[in-house]
């Protein structure tokens, strides 16, 4: 039966393509031609133009489709006390391709106080019939990019001293948002899926992350922060290997995170890459504990715009559900459309079509 509750058989993972105005609109922005007020118009019109296509199409989970980001990270970890934005050296490196050059810095106490988003969200809440969703990036993400020298010694002596303060700042974030309203919080998390590649975790060993203990420091961070979680509210991860401009950046099956972070994180969901072999088989997914904890198999790329077999699609829910109940499973498309505010290489016309397919398939294998 579809699942009345939060994640949904068809869901989504947040993000979606930018329609034409609203870039034009940033890029006005960006140029002094119009003023912060007049940008916001337009984003408080696209978003509800937005929240009205997925309630039409038949989703039961609403976002904003991060519309006011440029980012899906930075924009809200550069908002925290304590963390500042930079031009760094050289962008973020993808498969073929760099993004544009930024990094973090932690210059003062991390904290969560005043953030924009919180906004953000009450705009979502207040124009939807349906369920909303708010996406913020793990904990996780902002550590596990730290470059050597980017934490101020005189506020954490070893940049894992942040971890403290840092799951203090998620567990006030998760109550401000609570009180705002938001029964459906997701953290979207690139670090975890980066600990399954060889190649990444010897980067991070170069950063001087402790990649000997970090799977479980980063459950232990990621626990802290969903302490004291209220009991009405479900709190998802993300789990991606990069996507920007429909490239991606780490290959490697679950297996080296899968019993921690499925047995040992107090997630209520796990939204999974699974549109190619990258991501491994559904053998980790034996570690996902019987009962309320869903599995949203990302099945559905949103990388390109064609469309996936659905005769295909439902042979392989039923292999994954040899591991995990179908009961305790969803589907969704494997990451957003729109990570960073360029967006993948597909039309709009082509994102519903995805998100339509995944209603379809949803109903067809768990009913109406």
């Not at 050059?101 to 106080?113: A, K, M, V, W």
């Not at 470059?147 to 070893?158: A, I, M, R, W």
Request: charged share 25%; glycine share 8%; hydrophobic share 35%.
């Amino acid at each position: 039966m579809i699942s009345a509750t939060p994640p949904f058989r068809a869901d989504h993972v947040g993000s979606f393509l930018r329609p034409e105005a609203l870039k034009q609109a940033r890029a006005r922005r960006a140029n002094g031609e119009i003023t912060v007020a007049e940008l916001k118009e337009v984003e408080d019109r696209e978003i509800a133009a937005l929240i009205r296509k997925q309630e039409e199409i038949g989703l039961a989970v609403t976002t904003d489709g991060e519309f006011r980001r440029s980012w899906w990270q930075f924009d809200f970890l550069g908002m925290l006390d304590g963390v500042e934005l930079f031009e760094a050296d050289q962008g973020i490196q993808f498969q073929g391709v760099k993004t544009r050059p930024i990094g973090t810095r932690i210059n003062g106490r991390i904290g969560f106080s005043n953030h924009p988003f919180l906004e953000h969200f009450k705009f979502l809440k207040a124009h939807t019939r349906v369920t909303p969703k708010m996406t913020i990036p793990s904990p996780t993400v902002l550590h596990f990019r730290l470059e050597p020298g980017s934490v101020d010694k005189g506020v954490y002596p070893h940049r894992d001293d942040i971890f403290q303060d840092l799951s203090q700042a998620y567990r006030d974030a998760v109550q401000a948002f609570y009180n705002a309203g938001c029964r459906y919080l997701q953290f979207d998390d690139t670090a975890l899926a980066y600990l399954c590649s060889k190649e990444e975790m010897a980067k991070a060993r170069a950063r001087g992350v402790k990649t000997e203990s970090v799977v479980r420091d980063y459950a232990d961070v990621i626990n802290a922060a969903l302490a004291g979680k209220p009991k009405d509210m479900v709190i998802t991860t993300h789990v991606c290997r990069g996507n920007f401009r429909s490239t991606w950046i780490a290959s490697g099956g679950y297996e080296p995170i899968a019993e921690v972070l499925f047995g040992g994180t107090d997630f209520d969901g796990y939204f999974l890459e699974y549109d190619s072999e990258r991501a491994g088989g559904f053998e980790p997914l034996r570690f996902v504990p019987k009962g309320p904890k869903q599995v949203v198999l990302g099945l559905i790329t949103s990388k390109s715009g064609t469309l996936e077999n659905k005769d295909e699609i439902k042979r392989r829910i039923d292999e994954a559900a040899t591991y995990v109940p179908l009961d305790q499973c969803c589907l969704s498309p494997q990451c957003g459309f729109a990570s960073t505010e360029e967006g993948n290489t597909l039309t709009e016309q082509q994102q519903w079509a995805k998100m339509r397919e995944v209603i379809e398939i949803a109903r067809e294998v768990w009913g109406k």
